[in-house]
């Protein structure tokens, strides 16, 4: 049975040959085997330059520990989840909007970031301090191609909970809550000095037969909130003007990549995201792949320039993670093996995967 040991060298190690002994425990049984620890000259510095970021599905955590969604209990797993998150470099946090509370009397709209600023401040003190990466404001309002609608939200009125339904970005219905909640979400930013550090999602991968709708979720966005940047991952660079962080899949950098270097120049930043098609000649982080090839993936940002990494899946579990690691997707296929996840449910926190440990390592 392998086990793989993660060892933390201090900063102020010497270099040179150390050697131990690790024992392994099971029952009344022991067995030790020696072991040799290498320890070079470099330092790993310990700020992190390198923008990276996994999406988190914070429901899968409660439901897999068996607790209610945002008690004390689930909030000190998700803790134990940003302590991981930062010891495997990332410091970017998906965070969604629905934790902002929407209240309404007489048509006019007022917010409460209670649970908001608690889900930023839990993660930024855990060490996941570089972006605050706003979720996504608006989705397909149909197939593939299908322009975008703003996602439908929980609104409290007189005291009763409702659903404001999904209305498409153009329609007047939009504008008007986004003229409302967008320069309200702004203030606040300013308030808590998190402006500059706040990105902002629009619509997941755009693609030229709907950049037009998108194009106007991005419009209302500038205009209402100008301060925050707009991120998103990208399969068309046909939204230029739109954004100024660009997350294109990675084959979709290589077959554009003197427009993104041109994006670059004029002052956009370029991250890049790997998904299920990114396969090939292309590194990607799945489980039948060698893992060098999952380490390399951030020699990529190093060669290109490229300021950050997105991925989608830190824990989109299915019933049983452990065993069903293709499950069947949308479209009808099923999706790469660990596209879905890179750690798996623990009782006291995220079980890291190989290929955590690896990204790490690149």
Same mark, same amino acid.
């Given at each position: 049975q392998p086990i793989w040991l993660t060892v933390f060298i201090p900063a102020s190690a010497s270099p040179g040959t150390y050697r131990g002994i690790v024992a392994v425990r099971t029952g009344n049984a022991q067995e030790t085997t020696g072991i040799e620890l290498a320890v070079h000259k470099a330092t790993v510095p310990a700020g992190k330059s390198l923008y990276l970021t996994n999406w988190m599905n914070p429901g899968n955590i409660a439901k897999f520990a068996k607790v209610e969604p945002w008690t004390d209990e689930h909030w000190k797993l998700l803790a134990s %989840?940003?302590? =991981?998150?930062a010891l495997h470099r990332q410091n970017v946090i998906l965070t969604p909007l629905r934790l902002i509370e929407i209240h309404r009397r007489g048509g006019k709209m007022s917010f409460d970031f209670a649970k908001f600023d608690r &889900? +930023? @401040?839990?993660?930024?003190? =855990? $060490? +996941?301090?570089?972006?605050?990466?706003?979720? %996504?404001?608006?989705? @397909? =309002? $149909?197939?593939?191609k299908s322009g975008f609608n703003l996602g439908s939200m929980e609104i409290i009125e007189d005291?009763?909970? #409702? #659903?404001?339904?999904?209305?498409?970005?153009?329609s007047k219905e939009c504008e008007a809550f986004l003229s409302q909640f967008l320069p309200a979400l702004q203030q606040h930013l300013e308030e808590q000095g998190w402006v500059d550090s706040y990105v902002q999602h629009l619509a997941d991968e755009p693609i030229d /037969?709907?950049?037009? =709708?998108?194009? @106007?979720?991005? *419009?209302?966005?500038?205009?209402? /909130?100008? @301060?925050?940047r707009r991120i998103d991952a990208t399969?068309?660079?046909?939204?230029?003007?739109?954004?100024?962080? &660009?997350?294109?899949?990675? *084959?979709?950098?290589?077959?554009?990549?003197?427009?993104?270097?041109?994006?670059?120049?004029?002052?956009?930043?370029? &991250?890049?995201?790997t998904c299920l098609g990114t396969v090939g000649r292309y590194p990607n982080r799945f489980i039948d792949f060698s893992l060098l090839k999952v380490r390399l993936l951030h020699w990529l940002n190093?060669?290109? $320039?490229?300021?950050?990494?997105? %991925? &989608?899946?830190?824990? %989109?579990? #299915?019933e049983d993670p452990f065993n069903d690691t293709q499950p069947m997707w949308s479209h009808g296929a099923p999706l790469p093996a660990g596209d879905m996840c890179i750690v798996y449910p623990g009782t006291r926190g995220p079980i890291e995967s190989l290929r955590y440990e690896a990204m790490r390592d690149g």
């Open positions: %989840h940003a302590a =991981s998150m &889900w +930023v @401040r839990l993660f930024r003190e =855990s $060490g +996941v301090d570089g972006l605050i990466e706003g979720g %996504h404001m608006a989705g @397909r =309002s $149909g197939d593939w005291g009763a909970k #409702t #659903t404001l339904p999904a209305v498409a970005v153009e /037969a709907n950049a037009e =709708s998108y194009r @106007r979720l991005a *419009d209302l966005v500038k205009r209402y /909130a100008p @301060r925050l399969m068309t660079p046909n939204v230029q003007g739109c954004l100024e962080i &660009w997350v294109p899949v990675l *084959d979709q950098f290589d077959g554009n990549m003197a427009f993104y270097q041109q994006r670059m120049k004029a002052g956009d930043e370029v &991250w890049f995201y190093f060669k290109y $320039g490229l300021a950050g990494y997105l %991925h &989608w899946g830190y824990n %989109h579990w #299915t």
